[in-house]
């Protein structure tokens, strides 16, 4: 459904992103993910048709964004992340006056009645925009990226601000739009990402740093494994055994337990399976494991490990030029 290919931006001598390439298919949930200024912005907005490249391809459906801007557009619902709602209209003028803007010819009464349903609400048609809360408004705001049935939806940051009530529902509705429609989110919640998205891409320094399957965040963790184990022994004589496992990089003691076992959290380099060698070296001395499994990666260490090492290898780079340019 989406295809970028080697889509470059450049203000002056500056990069806003160079070379970037990725695809998303139909009725994905994608979460883009980056610090602030890594590019995000600048590649939904060139998505959107709001920016142009400077070289490269930006393709929804086949179509190329440049060469075919209006029927693009078509295809495409945005909700920014301030949505541009019409606090005087009630919600049924808002929406009628998208579906006039779009050029819509579905059915405009079955088509908006449609839109309220999914986006629940229905109750609020008649109602002033400036009267609803800040969850419906995001609603309303939802809606009308929708008006048109397009075939990819562009959120940007759509929970922000909402209470907790709030969230959860939006993160539901986002879900549910994934079934007929392929999404993107943007957004710094991480754990938002990881709830909601099939897929994850993280952007940095105007490159993708990583691009995984929401279920295996881990394996984009570059970096020590870390393993939680209980064994029953002497916490000091343990501990000195676990350190002289190979590939072990950090172990320490975290809890003793009133039986006699304690807790240790070890580290091993990512590549290392280190559970053999650690339950044989824990057999020999006579101390049973009580309990041995690895600790999840979450998203926030992802996402630290990725950029931290793509700003230090970015950094190293620089420091060369300076170097090959005296």
């Not at 969850?135 to 562009?154: E, M, S, T, W």
């Not at 970096?223 to 022994?233: C, E, Y």
């Not at 559970?275 to 070296?281: C, E, I, S, T, V």
Request: glycine residues 8%; proline residues 4%; aromatic residues 6%.
């Amino acid at each position: 459904m989406i295809k970028i290919e080697h889509l470059t931006k450049k203000y002056g001598d500056r990069y806003a992103i160079h070379d970037v390439n990725f695809e998303i298919g139909d009725g994905e949930i994608v979460g883009f993910l980056g610090p602030n200024g890594a590019g995000k912005t600048t590649t939904m907005s060139i998505l959107t048709g709001y920016l142009s490249s400077t070289s490269g391809k930006a393709m929804i459906d086949g179509l190329d964004i440049l060469e075919h801007p209006t029927a693009v557009k078509k295809k495409i619902g945005y909700l920014p992340e301030f949505p541009p709602l019409y606090l005087e209209m009630t919600v049924k003028e808002y929406l009628s006056f998208i579906y006039d803007l779009k050029k819509c010819t579905l059915n405009k009464k079955e088509h908006l009645a449609e839109i309220c349903k999914v986006t629940k609400i229905e109750n609020e048609f008649d109602r002033l925009i400036g009267n609803l809360s800040k969850g419906y408004r995001q609603r309303v705001g939802i809606a009308g990226a929708l008006v048109g049935n397009p075939q990819v939806v562009i959120f940007d940051e759509p929970t922000n601000g909402l209470d907790p009530k709030q969230i959860i529902d939006i993160r539901s509705l986002i879900k549910e739009l994934g079934k007929d429609h392929t999404v993107i989110l943007s957004t710094h919640i991480l754990s938002e990402v990881k709830s909601i998205c099939d897929r994850i891409i993280i952007i940095n320094e105007g490159q993708i740093v990583a691009d995984v399957k929401t279920e295996n965040i881990e394996q984009a963790l570059r970096g020590n494994k870390k393993l939680s184990v209980t064994v029953a022994g002497p916490a000091p004589a343990v501990l000195a055994a676990i350190k002289k496992i190979n590939g072990v990089t950090y172990a320490a003691c975290s809890v003793n337990y009133s039986d006699g076992s304690s807790a240790f959290i070890v580290e091993s380099v990512n590549d290392a399976d280190i559970r053999k060698p650690l339950f044989y070296a824990m057999a020999q001395n006579g101390w049973p494991i009580t309990s041995m499994e690895y600790m999840s990666a979450n998203i926030e260490d992802v996402f630290i490990s990725v950029v931290d090492e793509t700003e230090e290898e970015l950094s190293k780079e620089r420091i060369s030029e300076g170097r090959d340019n005296k």
